[in-house]
């Protein structure tokens, strides 16, 4: 009948028994010649196996596996784009990063949608001076013909000088010096553009011309010559066909 | 020695191919000599040390430090090894019984490896009749100083498994090199 123990022949001989274990199993060959024996075939096996000539690696064998990494690291698409953009960071922190841009986007969108009372009165300035400023936008333009109509109209309107007050009738030469003001500019921006429009705006800085120029601020209201000028030019069909 | 595994495969892992470069170094004879033992075919060897190699710095990210470097680069090589014999089985369409007659296919010639004196065919041949776990385990404790517990790690089996593979390997090398005697 086979030695239970014959398996730790093997572990002893390769030393793998642990200190008492070896020392147990070392007592035990003593009286179990089954195992001595194989204790012995094992360690003269040992060192046939260790006679044994390996092998030499081949020359070139270190450079040659060097080489096909550098060559496969070239080969291979590394993520150099992607850290550019996002560099590795621990997973926790790339979280952290990301809740803070989305949330600074948030406060982003609120400012663009619902801007604050500070921000819109910037806002109203702004589009304020923008009035005078591009003069290819339609809406723009639109806009200034509007007020050149009321003007003019208002203007025209005053048949009875005498129901003018002196005060009102400042205020109108006021307006229509920032009008004459405003048209002057618009028409320098004008330049090559819109051939029609730039004709329009040119008549309407004779007229206004006109209006300043032969009124007598001393008397209240409208030369009938002057209006006559607006009438005959037709000028406030003009800005009403354009308007429309 | 292990630490200085580690540390170099810290720096690897980091993108250093200078600590790779190292690691290349210390362990390529190893792991061809593993290979050689695998498949018996010298340039095939070779060519296969450069594969697993390629492997392990593809995929040195994913070494995590549960077993040392070496035992994960000795599984790497060894998960190679056996692709390719299940390759080259299929290749050829023969059940390699006999290991004469597979050698003798694939054109092993002993004569020409490096440091080949005729002495050890004996070894040689008493390697070849066994099974291949238990050649492997013999290979990787005799020659690669490996641990019973490491070796099962390579080989996919339990420590008890590796020592029978190992008990049962001796006692049929005892057999078959019963009249052999080592010149020393």
């Known amino acids: 009948m086979a030695c239970k123990q014959r398996e730790n022949v093997v572990s002893f001989v390769l030393g793998e028994l642990s200190h008492q274990n070896s020392e147990q199993f070392h007592e035990h060959v003593k009286h179990c010649p089954e195992c001595r024996q194989l204790l012995e075939e094992f360690e003269e096996t040992g060192k046939i196996l260790a006679s044994r000539t390996l092998p030499g690696a081949p020359d070139g064998l270190v450079g040659d596996c060097l080489l096909r990494i550098r060559k496969a690291g070239r080969d291979r698409k590394a993520p150099k784009v992607e850290r550019f953009f996002l560099p590795r960071l621990r997973p926790g922190l790339q979280w952290a990063v990301i809740i803070v841009v989305f949330f600074m986007g948030l406060g982003l969108g609120k400012l663009l949608f619902q801007p604050p009372a500070w921000l819109e009165r910037y806002g109203r300035l702004a589009q304020n001076r923008a009035a005078f400023l591009p003069i290819d936008d339609n809406r723009a333009m639109r806009s200034y013909l509007l007020s050149v109509e009321m003007l003019l109209l208002d203007l025209s309107n005053m048949d009875d000088p005498a129901l003018l007050d002196d005060d009102e009738w400042e205020t109108e030469i006021q307006i229509t010096q920032e009008m004459l003001q405003r048209t002057r500019q618009i028409k320098n921006r004008l330049g090559d553009g819109d051939r029609r429009l730039y004709q329009l705006v040119a008549e309407i800085e004779w007229v206004l011309e006109d209006v300043l120029g032969t009124t007598n601020l001393d008397v209240a209201g409208l030369p009938p010559d002057v209006r006559r000028a607006i009438d005959d030019q037709q000028l406030l069909t003009k800005i009403h066909e354009y308007i429309s | ?184």
């Not at chain 2, 390759?87 to 007659?101: A, G, N, P, Y």
Request: charged residues 30%; proline residues 2%.
């Open chain 2, 1 to 184: 020695m292990g630490q200085r595994d580690e540390k170099w495969v810290r720096q690897a892992q980091k993108g250093s191919k200078k600590a790779f470069d190292k690691l290349v170094r210390k362990y390529a004879p190893l792991i061809f000599r593993l290979l050689y033992d695998m498949i018996r075919r010298y340039e095939d060897a070779q060519d296969l040390t450069q594969e697993t190699f390629l492997r392990a710095y593809v995929n040195i990210g994913q070494y995590r430090g549960d077993a040392k470097f070496a035992t994960w680069l000795y599984r790497i090589a060894y998960n190679i090894g056996i692709d390719f014999k299940r390759r080259k089985s299929k290749m050829f369409d023969v059940e390699f019984t006999s290991q004469e007659q597979k050698l003798a296919l694939q054109g092993f010639d002993g004569s020409k490896l490096p440091g080949y004196t005729g002495e050890g065919e004996a070894i040689e041949a008493a390697l070849q009749k066994l099974t291949h776990p238990q050649r492997m385990a013999v290979v990787l404790n005799y020659y690669h100083g490996l641990r019973m517990r490491e070796i099962g790690d390579i080989l996919g089996c339990s420590e008890a498994t590796v020592r029978t593979h190992l008990f049962r390997a001796l006692r049929r090398l005892r057999r078959e090199l019963k009249n052999y005697s080592p010149r020393v």
